[in-house]
């Protein structure tokens, strides 16, 4: 028997020996513009560009693979190729990967995405996108569907328009997922500085579909949105902010949800780094953890009020109104702790720009506030307010009522875990008359046992993926393994 064992092996590695050196066999390495133009055409699915500079490298990469075997195109050695000068790169055929290229100190004369994904199940991994400026232009344009950028590092952006664009076609969404990269950028001082935008003023009624998870946000203030959702059915989870001057901000667009992220700063005083920012319908704010935080806008989580809708907006394509109205809003099981500044702004900015219509139908329940300064703000009586379940310490900020109580709560665990003191008092929240409101997507992210928590204590912890605690994210957990 051990014999044919230790036969069963040695053929196994006799296989795995022959398959590494046909892999080798049919690799096609290149290093200029021409032969790697000449190696697709030839029908080479593995591609590797030689180590050095490349300068001007435009490409349409127009052939397709197959799930089963993508076409590749990659560096010889990850980040010893260096792309430099008047680049742009298309990815319009489908199952194609771009990785371990360093996009490093270049500079365009033409403005325009650097590099634009047209096709679909495509794949931009292990690439770095630093100092590449001089003209306005996103670097990555994220169009089709299915396509996929990850372990990236994206730094010192200082030219106008996003690090990442999407742009939504009219039906069927993109399903992208922006993941486990890593985002810096400096103030660019006026608008169009954000890391990502997700949709425009004349797609904020398409369904998008885009997953942004695992991401590390690092002093990313380059304008007051860190991210900007203008499109529907988006989720933001289990991505750290650290030291962000800005908001992630549900700017136009319905069903956006945003779920286990940090969002966190460390810095003294009016640090100006911030939270959530909900305009227009339906999203769902859950299981989020806020601190150290003094926004600019005032509050770390903010309602925004509504605008009416402009017909020259509607001349142009755009959706009517530039501000929409703010209603059917859910934030549920998200921690705030020793916040610089009022934890939630129930009615955020009216009269301000026009902004005549405060929200309406908001829901908290199961929120816990922590130190800091006055934890809720309402600048005048929305229509329809309901709080469940919520407990406080320190000021509540508005009176206390059945669905917002004080108590005394501790924190252990590096703050990432929460006990309550008198787990058994803890007040309950009855969701059943709002769940005409949440989509069966949200209803899968509101698991929350109460009766479990008046057992351990536990009030707050951050799932993860898998079902274990998420962690604050650091720079080891993101980006190019080569850097």
């Known amino acids: 028997m051990n014999k044919i064992?230790?036969?069963?092996?040695?053929?196994?590695?006799?296989?795995?020996?022959?398959v590494v050196m046909l892999a080798a066999q049919n690799v096609t390495r290149v290093g200029n513009q021409k032969a790697l133009i000449s190696a697709l055409e030839s029908g080479s699915r593995l591609i590797e560009l030689k180590d050095g500079e490349y300068h001007g490298l435009c490409l349409d990469l127009k052939w397709s693979g197959s799930k089963e075997q993508p076409i590749v195109v990659k560096a010889e050695h990850p980040g010893k190729v260096i792309v430099m000068g008047n680049t742009s790169i298309v990815l319009s055929g489908s199952n194609i990967v771009l990785s371990g290229i360093d996009f490093n100190k270049g500079k365009r004369d033409k403005d325009g995405a650097l590099v634009l994904v047209s096709g679909e199940n495509n794949r931009i991994t292990n690439c770095r996108f630093r100092n590449y400026n001089q003209v306005t232009g996103v670097w990555v344009q994220l169009n089709g569907r299915y396509n996929r950028v990850d372990h990236c590092w994206f730094e010192g952006k200082t030219s106008g328009a996003s690090y990442i664009n999407v742009d939504v076609p009219k039906t069927g969404g993109n399903h992208h997922r922006v993941d486990y990269n890593y985002f810096s950028r400096p103030p660019l001082g006026r608008n169009g500085g954000s890391a990502m935008r997700i949709g425009h003023g004349s797609m904020a009624k398409r369904y998008c579909y885009t997953t942004v998870e695992f991401n590390l946000f690092e002093d990313c203030s380059g304008e007051s949105e860190i991210m900007s959702s203008k499109s529907c059915g988006n989720t933001f989870r289990y991505n750290t902010f650290y030291n962000c001057?800005?908001?992630?901000?549900?700017r136009q667009g319905v069903e956006g949800i945003v779920e286990s992220n940090f969002f966190i700063s460390n810095r003294e005083g009016?640090?100006?780094?911030?939270?959530?920012?909900?305009?227009?319908?339906?999203?769902?704010?859950?299981?989020?953890?806020?601190s150290g935080l003094a926004p600019k806008s005032g509050s770390v989580v903010n309602f925004g009020s509504g605008s009416p809708s402009d017909p020259k907006r509607l001349a142009l394509g755009l959706i009517g109104a530039h501000f929409p109205k703010t209603a059917e809003n859910t934030i549920a099981h998200n921690l705030f702790v020793n916040n610089r500044s009022v934890?939630?702004?129930?009615?955020?900015?009216?009269?301000?720009r026009n902004k005549v219509?405060?929200?309406?139908?908001?829901?908290?329940?199961?929120?816990?506030?922590?130190?800091?300064?006055?934890?809720i703000k309402k600048h005048t009586e929305p229509q329809y307010l309901v709080f469940e379940g919520n407990v406080f310490q320190g000021r509540s900020g508005i009176k206390p009522n059945k669905g917002l109580q004080k108590m005394k709560v501790k924190l252990k665990d590096e703050k990432q875990?929460?006990?309550v003191k008198n787990p058994?008092?803890?007040?309950?929240?009855?969701?059943?008359?709002?769940?005409?409101?949440?989509?069966?997507?949200?209803?899968?992210?509101?698991?929350f046992d109460l009766e479990k928590v008046k057992t351990s204590g536990v009030y707050y912890s951050p799932k993860g993926k898998r079902g274990g605690l998420q962690q604050i994210l650091q720079r080891k957990d993101v980006g190019p393994d080569w850097m």
């Not at 001057?245 to 549900?250: F, N, P, R, V």
């Not at 769940?435 to 698991?447: G, P, S």
Request: hydrophobic content about 40%.
């Open 417 to 419: 875990v929460l006990t």
């Open 357 to 375: 219509f405060p929200p309406d139908s908001l829901y908290f329940f199961h929120n816990v506030m922590v130190g800091g300064m006055s934890h």
């Open 270 to 290: 009016k640090n100006r780094c911030g939270g959530v920012s909900v305009r227009s319908r339906n999203h769902l704010v859950v299981n989020n953890y806020f």
């Open 343 to 352: 934890s939630i702004d129930v009615i955020h900015d009216l009269g301000h």
């Open 245 to 250: 001057k800005g908001a992630l901000s549900l």
């Open 424 to 447: 058994k008092s803890l007040p309950t929240a009855d969701i059943s008359a709002w769940k005409k409101n949440l989509t069966k997507e949200m209803l899968q992210r509101l698991d």
């Open 5 to 18: 064992y230790r036969i069963s092996i040695s053929m196994l590695v006799i296989v795995w020996l022959s």
